[in-house]
């Protein structure tokens, strides 16, 4: 079975969006298969993969509320070398729509039932919010990845999450755990910066990833051009950042599948 991961964040601007399409590519380059899907209206994740939103037949609006099935709506990319289920704006209107539905909360667990059986790992690039597309990524997902800058604000932002994800094991899903915290943006000239991480760690000990993903202008080019980073500019500090962020990731699973058995 495969693991489903939520990228969440409800702050917008700490590389959210960046770190789901390079997670994915990055465990794409380690011969796993990947899913990502986008539950962003802005479909940037979309975009950034090589996928045209402006012209997309079905998408994750449409299997969410019920108007096409999951193998209709993904797109293969295979110079990315995983598979997308695509957004756009449509993705606005399914939130008003999951309103009026039968288990509006289990929409997208419901829809990824089967693909669990096809991919290594499924990554969620959620909206900047704690909607309801947030909260069907939450009660879909095995583990949360939470991409955070460090600032002032982020840290109470934080807070509001955490608070979110176990109100969320408390009463809709169980078995959902935080997978780690990721620095993203990371500017270590700036003391602030340093501070936040250094709080971060004390908080959060272990749940802290130890890579850190700096502010690489690289990183930031590489959607304009509708590709990951890693296949944009692999040898890039951030390029070679997301690889090390994707193996630790698949270190710390080993970890708890052997914990488990």
Request: hydrophobic share 45%.
């Amino acid at each position: 079975m495969g693991r489903i991961i939520c990228v969440a964040n409800q702050k917008g601007g700490v590389g959210k969006t960046t770190t789901a399409v390079n997670l994915a590519a990055s465990l794409a380059s380690f011969r796993r298969k990947v899913l990502l899907v986008d539950l962003d209206p802005q479909g940037n994740a979309t975009m950034g993969s090589g996928v045209d939103k402006h012209n997309l037949s079905s998408s994750s609006c449409d299997v969410l509320l019920g108007e096409s099935t999951f193998s209709e709506a993904v797109v293969k990319t295979p110079a990315a070398g995983f598979d997308v289920l695509p957004a756009n704006a449509d993705l606005t209107a399914a939130e008003v729509g999951l309103m009026n539905v039968p288990l509006k909360e289990k929409r997208l667990s419901l829809a990824l039932a089967g693909a669990k059986d096809r991919y290594d790992y499924i990554v969620i690039d959620c909206p900047p919010s704690l909607n309801m597309l947030t909260v069907n990524a939450l009660v879909a997902a095995d583990g949360v990845l939470i991409p955070l800058q460090c600032e002032y604000y982020a840290l109470e932002g934080l807070s509001a999450l955490i608070s979110t994800i176990k109100q969320i094991q408390g009463s809709r899903n169980s078995h959902l755990v935080i997978d780690g915290i990721v620095r993203t943006m990371h500017d270590p000239r700036n003391n602030l910066t340093n501070e936040v991480s250094a709080q971060l760690i004390q908080h959060f000990g272990d749940q802290v990833f130890r890579t850190i993903i700096p502010r690489n202008v690289r990183v930031a080019e590489a959607p304009s051009h509708g590709l990951p980073v890693l296949l944009y500019d692999k040898s890039s500090r951030g390029a070679v950042s997301y690889l090390a962020m994707a193996s630790e990731l698949l270190r710390r699973q080993e970890k708890r599948v052997a914990a488990q058995a």
